[in-house]
């Protein structure tokens, strides 16, 4: 089939269950065998570390439909190695960059048929993930961990054709030098969600951070780098 002879399955940047998610459980000190499961819903306890103390890690990245129908995957092994830098400043066990790799190759292909056609600037798009998990009361690393890749069909991150959009200073830090700044970590996005709010109430699709030591240079937009 070429790349261009199917339906898109994308809502704009709206979450589109796929068929297959992949799964990988740390208990005992060891990884255990990733397996694909149809059930994107996740059953842990309570007290998990990443409910209370954001023990988490997760990465983005897409995979593009060619002319020719095949698939095409960009740099994801740099982002295996961003992936393990992330995991490894929260205290959590690393994934190998093989495995990662293998774990989004195995979830994409289990997906193929909602990588959106060639040529209509959409794509599938992968999110691999870590979480703490484990009855775990103090504030201390997980017993165990749940590694999880899940994807879906999207267009633009921002409404509409991909276009300039209008974006506002935010008057708050989004991660203080010497924190988690360097990783990609879910509480980093937490602490920007108020700025991201509040631009759009103000009519900009997004806010920029700047540098939180001397507030003079661009850092990066809410949702992404930022590139002048």
Same mark, same amino acid.
């Given at each position: 089939? =070429?790349?261009?002879?199917?339906? %898109?399955?994308?809502? /704009?940047?709206?979450?589109?269950?796929?068929?297959?998610?992949?799964?990988?459980?740390?208990?005992?000190?060891?990884?255990?065998? &990733?397996?694909?499961?149809?059930?994107?819903?996740?059953?842990?306890?309570?007290?998990?570390? %990443?409910?209370?103390?954001?023990?988490?890690?997760?990465? &983005?990245?897409?995979?593009?439909?060619?002319?020719? &129908? =095949?698939?095409?995957?960009?740099?994801?092994?740099?982002?295996?190695?961003?992936?393990?830098? %992330?995991?490894?400043?929260?205290?959590?066990?690393?994934?190998?960059?093989?495995?990662?790799?293998?774990?989004?190759?195995?979830?994409?292909?289990?997906?193929?048929?909602? $990588?959106?056609?060639?040529?209509?600037?959409?794509?599938?798009?992968?999110?691999?993930?870590?979480?703490?998990? /484990?009855?775990?009361?103090?504030? =201390?690393? @997980?017993?165990?961990?749940?590694?999880?890749?899940? $994807?879906?069909?999207?267009?633009?991150?921002?409404?509409?054709?991909?276009?300039?959009?209008?974006?506002?200073?935010?008057?708050?830090?989004?991660?203080?030098?010497?924190?988690?700044?360097?990783?990609? $970590?879910?509480?980093?996005?937490?602490?920007?969600?108020?700025?991201?709010?509040? @631009? =759009?109430?103000?009519?900009?699709?997004?806010?920029?951070?700047?540098?939180?030591?001397?507030?003079?240079?661009?850092?990066?937009?809410?949702?992404?780098?930022?590139? &002048?």
């Amino acid at each position: 089939m =070429r790349g261009y002879d199917m339906i %898109s399955k994308a809502n /704009g940047f709206k979450y589109v269950k796929a068929n297959q998610v992949y799964m990988q459980h740390y208990r005992n000190g060891a990884w255990e065998e &990733g397996y694909l499961t149809e059930s994107d819903r996740f059953t842990i306890a309570g007290t998990s570390t %990443s409910l209370h103390y954001g023990q988490e890690a997760f990465e &983005g990245l897409k995979a593009y439909r060619r002319q020719d &129908g =095949r698939l095409q995957l960009f740099r994801v092994e740099d982002n295996a190695k961003r992936f393990q830098t %992330s995991c490894a400043y929260l205290m959590m066990p690393t994934i190998t960059v093989e495995n990662f790799v293998e774990a989004v190759k195995k979830t994409v292909l289990a997906n193929a048929d909602f $990588v959106p056609p060639y040529g209509n600037n959409e794509s599938l798009y992968i999110r691999p993930f870590m979480i703490g998990v /484990g009855d775990n009361l103090g504030l =201390r690393p @997980a017993p165990e961990y749940i590694f999880s890749v899940i $994807v879906s069909p999207v267009g633009s991150y921002f409404d509409g054709e991909i276009k300039p959009v209008d974006m506002i200073v935010s008057e708050f830090d989004r991660a203080a030098p010497h924190g988690t700044g360097h990783v990609k $970590v879910g509480g980093n996005y937490a602490a920007s969600l108020r700025s991201q709010v509040l @631009a =759009r109430e103000k009519g900009f699709a997004d806010a920029i951070f700047l540098d939180p030591k001397t507030h003079t240079k661009i850092e990066e937009a809410g949702a992404a780098n930022f590139f &002048g």
